[in-house]
């Protein structure tokens, strides 16, 4: 399968713990994003990055998120002293960095569940 | 405000029934438009992408876009219950240079057999 891949599909955790989700793109995409979606709402941007570097964050993303994308391959998403209200799907998407629009590709999600 | 509202339904509609799905938007920066369907535990897949005003056909999907309203439309013809999952609109802002997708809240799409 040549689609984006996520890691682990589903979290649960207590309030307090800190979580790591991971993202590998499809190969060839420079272009990666984070999106957060909680029941009944559309996905919602979290952050951007182009190759290794984070371009964009969202004012959703506070400081207890961080994200990297080291040597422009998979990217992680840790959330630090996570709170009741992080539980969500994160999704994550590629794209390829060519031409003015480029279609996402999503994988299928890690479902976090806090309680 | 949202920048995007949907309905979120659900919408339940009879087995071979034409489906209308609708957004509309508040910022006249959007230039591209998408619809995503999203199944259960899934992530969302590109349905359509539509750039100018006008109608797209796309075997039994149709996605229309009326800028002078801010108002996109899907239809699905001869609904399948296969059909049945959510259904995202999504925007782009060019000036957004991440291209970040602005999604809607989504519409449930129930097909009954």
């Known amino acids: 399968d040549t689609g984006v891949s996520q890691d682990p599909r589903h979290k649960i955790t207590k309030r307090g713990q800190n979580v790591t989700f991971r993202c590998d793109p499809i190969?060839?995409?420079?272009?990666l994003y984070w999106y957060r979606q909680t029941l009944g709402q559309g996905p919602e941007f979290l952050t951007y990055?182009?190759?290794?570097?984070?371009?964009?964050k969202s004012r959703l993303l506070s400081d207890r998120f961080s994200a990297e994308r080291p040597k422009g391959s998979f990217s992680t998403l840790e959330i630090q002293r996570t709170e009741q209200g992080d539980s969500a799907m994160y999704l994550c998407?590629?794209?390829?960095?060519?031409?003015?629009?480029?279609?996402?590709?999503f994988g299928p999600g890690t479902r976090l569940t806090v309680l | 405000q949202k920048e995007v509202e949907q309905d979120p339904g659900p919408l339940s509609v009879p087995e071979g029934a034409i489906v209308s799905l609708n957004c509309t938007y508040s910022?006249?920066?959007?230039?591209?438009f998408m619809w995503y369907r999203q199944y259960s535990r899934k992530g969302p897949e590109l349905l359509m992408y539509?750039?100018?005003?006008g109608n797209k056909e796309d075997g039994r999907f149709t996605a229309q876009v009326d800028k002078s309203s801010k108002y996109i439309s899907l239809f699905i013809r001869d609904s399948q219950p296969s059909d049945s999952a959510t259904y995202l609109c999504?925007?782009?802002?060019?000036?957004?240079?991440?291209?970040?997708?602005?999604f809607g809240s989504g519409t449930r799409l129930l097909v009954r057999p």
């Open positions: 999504a925007m782009i802002r060019p000036m957004d240079s991440s291209y970040k997708l602005i």
């Open positions: 539509t750039y100018s005003s």
């Open positions: 910022n006249s920066a959007f230039q591209y």
């Open positions: 190969s060839e995409h420079n272009r």
């Open positions: 990055f182009q190759n290794e570097a984070q371009l964009e």
């Open positions: 998407a590629s794209s390829p960095s060519t031409g003015v629009y480029n279609e996402q590709f």
